[in-house]
């Protein structure tokens, strides 16, 4: 019942929970080449007119009209297990302007995902979406509601790889700091390390684990000391060119209340592992 739940939640932060509104009714112009004006990269942008929270994105990939992958990080709840997506593959039905994408995350669990398209161009597009669930034989019907996704013309997997330095943060607190350095490996995951007193930097040891995906602009890393709770941070990629690096996320304070935070980091050209 738990993994039951816990897709049940995915919906909830991906197409958002809400009142149903139709964006357009001009279904034909919709409808089409969809299936040609739907290839590439997409971020959700918006959940029933409301910007998004970073830690609450998932990037869509269209790579055929018949295949697509999606990548989420999403930690709500401790009494519910994690979700940790990057580049789950998802089956793609276009018929007019409506788009079922059916995935498979577990051998228990089918997920498939009604996106009726009610606008689109080249930078964004936006839908209805309902999410339907089928977890050991029992199905359930998440509500509907209206997501706005923005394209995605960059992917940062390849230039985020090496290690990197921590500059400036700007907007509030965040695990990390201006005492560290992480260093992206080409196989998903990464290392910390802090400076000691002595001017040395070392690897923090403590770790069982620390992974990372970088799926377009979204970059989600999590990680575990050994004895504590899992940790997670998401980020959005701003830009990296001559050896720098800015994140940017969207916040949300315990009031309701929205902030920025940021954080530059200079590329470091010898590891401190050498």
């Not at 009494?79 to 007019?96: E, G, L, Q, Y």
């Not at 394209?151 to 700007?170: A, H, K, M, R």
Request: aromatic share 10%; with cysteine; proline share 2%.
């Amino acid at each position: 019942m738990k993994r039951f739940m816990q897709w049940v939640i995915v919906a909830a932060m991906i197409c958002g929970f809400g009142g149903f509104t139709s964006c357009s009714d001009d279904k034909d112009s919709v409808s089409d080449r969809l299936g040609e004006k739907i290839i590439g990269g997409w971020i959700t942008a918006d959940r029933n007119g409301k910007p998004l929270m970073t830690n609450e994105k998932a990037v869509y990939t269209f790579v055929a009209d018949v295949k697509a992958y999606l990548s989420v990080s999403l930690n709500i709840d401790p009494d519910i297990p994690n979700v940790w997506m990057a580049t789950a593959a998802a089956d793609v039905v276009i018929r007019d302007n409506k788009m079922t994408l059916t995935s498979h995350p577990d051998k228990n669990t089918t997920v498939v995902e009604e996106l009726t398209v009610t606008a689109i161009n080249a930078s964004e597009f936006t839908a209805n979406q309902k999410v339907t669930f089928t977890y050991n034989g029992v199905t359930s019907n998440s509500d509907e509601g209206i997501i706005r996704f923005t394209s995605v013309t960059t992917d940062y997997n390849d230039p985020i790889l090496g290690l990197w330095e921590c500059q400036s943060i700007t907007g509030g607190e965040t695990n990390n700091d201006d005492n560290g350095r992480l260093e992206f490996l080409d196989n998903g995951s990464y290392r910390f390390y802090r400076m000691t007193t002595g001017g040395e930097w070392q690897a923090v040891t403590t770790r069982e684990f620390q992974n990372y995906f970088v799926d377009g602009t979204l970059l989600a890393t999590r990680w575990k000391d050994v004895g504590e709770q899992e940790m997670r941070e998401w980020w959005e990629i701003v830009s990296i060119s001559d050896d720098q690096m800015q994140w940017t996320a969207l916040r949300q304070n315990d009031n309701g209340s929205t902030f920025q935070q940021g954080v530059t980091w200079k590329k470091v050209k010898i590891s401190p592992a050498e």
